[in-house]
């Protein structure tokens, strides 16, 4: 009786082990599959329909002149762009030239704002329990905290990259990423974006491309975390005997 219970925990704990890793396996595979289908709802309507909205876009700015017609649809593309494979880039342009920089640089900033608040909203539409039982609880809760303590990095530098942009704007909403943080970083980002838009029309320099893009959103969450140090270490340094 003494030899079965100390052989007892080796036969068992092996056993435990595998099983624990075969369900952090199963949950990973199950979370690729759900952000590959988010990918492939985003990415088959620009297939279907992306090249008529490059086409059609500039063509309709070329043909109004209306300046708040002309806000207002370009807000509204922005907008539906989380839905619908709409040209954000040249949506932006197009503002910037037809309002004028600054003025077209606010609108993208509004459109681009509201158009990360609908995926948001998207997403926390997203029934979140059934997905966390068919994921597993362990692993989403783990995901999702992971996903809300790093949403400075992720939601800031997705701004302004097709495509992620959409991705992140529903996955903010569906990890509930808090509200107010979400929103003030797709803001802060969408105003970096905009702003640098407008600077390349008011210069003439056209459409700015993808680098610097990222290279604006990739410095704002390094300056805001240097800020969050340098505000937080005078109190960590208080609290020391």
């Not at 070329?62 to 017609?69: G, N, Q, V």
């Not at 649809?73 to 907008?79: A, D, F, H, K, S």
């Not at 803001?187 to 290279?215: K, Q």
């Amino acid at each position: 009786m003494a030899l079965a219970l100390t052989m007892t925990p080796p036969f068992d704990t092996p056993n435990g082990s595998n099983a624990t890793r075969d369900a952090a396996r199963v949950s990973t595979i199950k979370i690729a599959f759900a952000l590959l289908l988010l990918s492939a709802a985003i990415l088959v309507p620009f297939a279907l329909w992306g090249q008529r909205m490059d086409e059609g876009v500039p063509a309709w700015f070329a043909a109004h002149s209306d300046p708040l017609i002309i806000a207002i649809t370009g807000i509204v593309l922005l907008v539906a762009d989380v839905l619908l494979p709409i040209p954000s880039s040249i949506v932006s342009i197009g503002l910037c030239v037809a309002l004028g920089p600054w003025l077209g640089g606010f609108a993208t900033f509004v459109g681009s704002t509201l158009s990360f608040l609908a995926g948001y909203l998207l997403g926390r539409l997203t029934p979140e329990a059934r997905l966390r039982a068919w994921i597993g609880g362990a692993a989403w809760d783990r995901l999702r905290h992971r996903a809300q303590a790093q949403a400075l990095w992720w939601i800031v530098v997705a701004r302004p990259l097709p495509m992620l942009a959409e991705m992140t704007a529903i996955l903010a909403g569906l990890w509930r990423v808090p509200f107010a943080l979400a929103l003030a970083l797709a803001a802060l980002s969408s105003a970096a974006v905009a702003a640098l838009y407008a600077v390349c029309v008011a210069w003439g320099l056209g459409e700015p491309g993808v680098l610097p893009l990222l290279a604006v959103c990739l410095l704002l969450p390094s300056l805001l975390w240097i800020i969050q140090r340098a505000l937080t270490q005078p109190t960590n340094l208080t609290k020391e005997p």
